[in-house]
């Protein structure tokens, strides 16, 4: 698409930076002109940055979190607890939960959700990779999204894990610090009425 410029290497950035999640036209336009207002060598290095994650970044072999080394810096830690690991479906989802500070056992990172309407089935996620280290395993944290396709994804897992005798729980989604009551949907109230614990 042109977008008046007709200089075909900034349309071809401003279409690179619209390719990006949740980046508009707008927004792409202002990163490519960003760029350009760059020095030569604050560009390079820009460059330089990305192909050098994309290069050294990968996937950590036990857990599947981003690493570059072979295993991730959680998996490497002696001091977590290995009887317990947290499913979650992004490495993003480890960061926030890290950001707690408030669990110190491992993590599987699924990299998506069971969804049949975009043609992810459990074969296209690290499930068989999470029945691979069972051994040992005394809980499994589902940790995955609160959508239809996180719940689907959990029930899945869990009906695998049960048989193994892992307790399998389900993280206590509620009704959000600040919120007011009358504007949470119905799943919401479910979940915090379920998730309830004695004060």
Known sequence: MSLGYNLASLEELINQFQR???????SAQ?????????????????????LSAHTK??????????????YCVICRNE????????VVEDPRDVAAIERTHEFDGTYHVLHGAISPM??????????????????GIKEVIMATNP???GEATAMYVSRLLKPLGI????????VPVGADLEYADEVT???AMEGRTEI
């Open 20 to 26: 990006m999640p949740g980046i508009g036209i707008k």
């Open 30 to 50: 202002r990163m490519a002109f960003y760029v350009l207002s760059m020095e030569e060598e604050e560009a390079k290095k820009f460059a330089e940055a990305i």
């Open 57 to 70: 970044i990968h996937q950590c072999k036990t857990c599947y979190n981003l690493t570059e080394n072979e």
């Open 79 to 86: 001091a977590r607890n290995k009887e317990i690991i947290c």
């Open 118 to 135: 975009s043609g992810i089935g459990p074969d296209q996620l690290t499930i068989k990779e999470l029945l691979n280290r069972t051994e």
């Open 147 to 149: 959508t239809v396709e």
């Open 167 to 174: 307790k399998v729980t389900r993280l206590a989604y509620g």
């Open 189 to 191: 109230l479910t979940r």
